[in-house]
């Protein structure tokens, strides 16, 4: 962190203001001696437990937009180098308010394994057909800050912060840049983990997926119907063979049931998400253990002019 904090605060000197969410680590405590020993003025946002890199997001947008002003923008980025602070300015520069609410980083150039590239290729396709959007871009972006407080009013910033930015109707603007190598170490983000949080993108389009397999469903409920009635056809007109009729009704039935339920469930869920839709934000200040400011600032209250 402190590396970061020291490439930052050389990037764009006093016009910097940081917040750093500390996600309710236990072992190594963000301590506010990364930011002063960088030089740098900003704060760092201690949670009361880990709540996962979304969240931790979503509640240190919160309480930026609370005090940003109209000149400030913002920009989310990870601290473990990936996000290269050279990259801020491109960032900046396309974020022009007249036509552009977000810019997100499409990455250009990845150090990832070929097993991540391939998986991520898998699940962008897999995302693609379930919610009829494509996704290319992480956490790394540049917000106005109308766009700050848009996507603090939506209950999906908690649970992937790209999907609901995809959601937000917001105008966005996609410039190609490269992936930093890891200051050190290797992600803690296995399979597992990885493929949550592909899960998780999806649940913020749940409507357009529930409705998408409730139509496949549909469709194959009733190409099933259709073979069922064709079996009876030719059965009745003596062209089935022994033990062909009864086989291919049986299955044809079952796949016509279980398709049905399937679909109905799926309507069912639909109606279900839709008056959910209006759910309460994540209540970010439960969350917040302590603020700890930098001695020239004041927890957030008054930032000074910032770029990010």
């Given at each position: 962190m402190f590396r970061l904090f020291r490439e930052l605060h050389a990037a764009?000197?006093?016009?910097?203001?940081i917040v750093a969410v500390d996600d309710g680590s236990v072992r190594e405590p963000l301590p506010l001696s990364?930011?002063?020993?960088?030089?740098?003025?900003?704060?760092?946002?201690?949670?009361?437990?880990?709540?996962?890199?979304?969240?931790?997001?979503?509640?240190?947008?919160?309480?930026?937009?609370?005090?940003?002003?109209?000149?400030?923008?913002?920009v989310v980025m990870d601290s473990?180098?990936?996000?290269?602070?050279?990259?801020?300015?491109?960032?900046?520069?396309?974020?022009?308010?007249?036509?552009?609410?977000?810019?997100?980083?499409?990455?250009?150039?990845?150090?990832?394994?070929?097993?991540?590239?391939?998986?991520?290729?898998?699940?962008?396709?897999?995302?693609?057909?379930?919610?009829?959007?494509?996704?290319?871009?992480?956490?790394?972006?540049?917000?106005?800050?109308?766009?700050?407080?848009?996507?603090?009013?939506?209950?999906?910033?908690?649970?992937h912060v790209a999907g609901t930015v995809l959601a937000s109707r917001l105008r966005i603007r996609m410039p190609l840049l490269d992936r930093g190598p890891r200051y050190a170490g290797q992600s803690k983000m296995n399979f597992l983990g990885l493929a949550l949080h592909g899960f998780k993108a999806l649940m913020v389009f749940a409507e357009d997926v529930l409705v998408r397999v409730g139509v496949v469903c549909c469709v194959i409920a009733v190409l099933a119907f259709m073979g069922a009635m064709l079996a009876i056809l030719l059965k009745t007109i003596g062209f089935a063979t022994l033990g062909w009729f009864s086989i291919a009704l049986g299955i044809l039935v079952l796949i016509f049931l279980q398709t049905?339920?399937?679909?109905?469930?799926?309507?069912?869920?639909?109606?279900?998400?839709?008056?959910?839709?209006?759910?309460?934000?994540?209540?970010?200040?439960?969350l917040v253990e302590d603020i700890l400011p930098t001695p020239s600032q004041d927890a957030l209250v008054s930032p000074p002019p910032a770029r990010i």
């Open positions: 764009f000197g006093a016009s910097l203001f990364s930011l002063t020993g960088a030089g740098a003025n900003g704060a760092v946002i201690r949670l009361r437990r880990n709540v996962g890199h979304q969240s931790a997001i979503c509640v240190g947008l919160g309480l930026v937009a609370e005090h940003m002003h109209p000149h400030q923008r913002v473990d180098g990936e996000d290269l602070p050279q990259s801020i300015p491109v960032l900046l520069e396309a974020l022009d308010p007249d036509t552009t609410d977000v810019v997100v980083a499409q990455r250009n150039k990845r150090f990832e394994t070929p097993q991540f590239k391939a998986f991520y290729a898998i699940f962008k396709l897999f995302f693609a057909l379930l919610t009829g959007r494509r996704i290319r871009f992480g956490n790394f972006m540049a917000l106005s800050p109308q766009a700050v407080r848009r996507l603090v009013a939506m209950p999906e910033l908690s649970i049905g339920t399937l679909a109905l469930m799926s309507l069912l869920l639909t109606g279900v998400v839709r008056s959910g839709a209006i759910a309460t934000p994540l209540s970010y200040r439960d």
